[in-house]
């Protein structure tokens, strides 16, 4: 619930940021080049036991033109959610994820933008049992999309909120939500 609240707030800033924008007319988005991006991701299993993962999230890409781009992303757990699973103790960590993205853009001002992705990536957990005494790694390929905001500070600095779905490819893998906030450098 508090990586909710942090996205939110997140979402608050980039918006209210954005009303003086419509009133200038420098064009700070970002039409080419290159870009790179740091930040805190929050990981939310969608079925089975809920699981909530913080991790941090690095991304560079590449944008072609105003409406397309590619970006690429690998992230690392930074803690450890622990729960209960019929009868027994669990605790679940991140140890890390990656994917590759396709990413549309919609400049709505020149300093605001909204983003979609698509695109294809693994994650690597480890589950430690403590009632069985067990302890196990689980791979999972996954198909993700998702959409965000992005908003310019400079011509060279951003902070983008976004949403990625990670669709778990298998019967019985967990599917994910990633929220995540960062900051973005433009070069």
Not at 29 to 54: A, E, F, H, I, R
């Amino acid at each position: 619930m508090k990586s909710l609240a942090l996205i939110a707030a997140g979402a608050l800033v980039c918006s209210v940021a954005a009303v003086p924008a419509f009133a200038q007319s420098n064009n700070w988005y970002m039409p080419t080049g290159l870009y790179g991006s740091l930040g805190y991701s929050n990981l939310d299993t969608s079925q089975g036991p809920d699981v909530d993962l913080s991790a941090i999230t690095g991304r560079v890409g590449a944008r072609f033109g105003r409406y397309i781009g590619v970006e690429g992303e690998i992230t690392g757990g930074i803690g450890d959610d622990r729960y209960g699973y019929a009868g027994d103790s669990i605790k679940a960590n991140l140890n890390d994820q990656y994917a590759g993205y396709v990413v549309g853009y919609l400049p709505l001002t020149p300093q605001f933008e909204l983003l979609g992705r698509v695109g294809y990536g693994g994650q690597d957990y480890r589950v430690k049992d403590y009632t069985a005494d067990t302890s196990q790694g689980y791979h999972y390929d996954s198909v993700n999309f998702g959409a965000g905001g992005q908003y310019s500070l400079t011509p060279h600095d951003a902070i983008r909120v976004d949403y990625t779905r990670f669709d778990a490819q298998g019967h019985d893998n967990p599917d994910s939500n990633v929220w995540a906030v960062s900051y973005v450098r433009k070069f």
